[in-house]
């Protein structure tokens, strides 16, 4: 099925490791974006990246590293975890006016 | 920077219509959306409408654009249980998504 796949759905990290958030879409679409949910906080983009080979920070950068592998291909970095960033996180992509594709969602928990 | 504005909660009873409000800041984006998200799920578009449209009917869905004020509301008529979800707006020309607006209904 067309649409954007995340792995892992869960994880939990001591404080201080790392660990990449994998994001693939194969729609052909230029944009990927990652965004964390928190309660009563709703979305917040993290990163984004416009066309393969450009990436720009978003709303909230601080913690985080990502990669434009390819047009499909969209990785989120932790290199140093902290219990802040526990989260809901989302990948998403868009290639025209009607919206973006989301993934189901990586549930990341820092102990 | 500028974001959409969005109320938090609100219960309705199944059968019922509901009416979620949402106040956006850009007036150049062409698309507004509306998303859903059922629990433990990503978002999902629900509903889009044209910028240059007031109102958009999609079976139990009806989208209401005042340009003028920038609000925008999505009517669920005949609200079943399935709709309960958190909903979102957002605009095309912004990445900012709302706080969302829960929907719980009772049955």
């Known amino acids: 099925n067309a649409g954007v796949t995340q792995t892992p759905k869960f994880q939990v990290l001591k404080t201080g490791q790392s660990m990449t958030l994998q994001c693939a879409q194969d729609m052909n679409h230029n944009s990927m974006y990652w965004y964390r949910q928190d309660p009563g906080m709703g979305l917040r983009l993290i990163y984004y990246s416009a066309s393969e080979g450009t990436t720009d920070k978003g709303e909230v950068p601080n913690g985080y590293n990502v990669s434009r592998l390819n047009k499909r291909e969209f990785s989120l970095r932790l290199e140093s975890a902290a219990p802040s960033q526990t989260s809901v996180y989302f990948c998403?992509?868009?290639?025209?006016?009607?919206?973006?594709?989301f993934g189901s969602g990586t549930r990341l928990t820092v102990v | 920077g500028e974001d959409v504005e969005q109320s938090l909660f609100l219960s309705v009873r199944e059968g019922d219509s509901s009416v979620i409000n949402c106040t956006y800041t850009d007036s150049s984006s062409t698309y507004l959306y509306w998303y859903k998200q059922e629990p433990g799920a990503g978002l999902q578009l629900l509903t889009y409408i044209f910028s240059n449209m007031d109102m958009k009917q999609d079976q139990r869905l009806t989208v209401l654009l005042n340009k003028k004020d920038k609000h925008l509301s999505l009517r669920i008529a005949d609200t079943q249980t399935g709709d309960s979800a958190i909903y979102f707006c957002a605009e095309s020309n912004r990445l900012a998504f709302g706080k969302g607006n829960q929907v719980v209904v009772i049955p």
């Open positions: 998403a992509s868009s290639g025209d006016n009607y919206g973006y594709t």
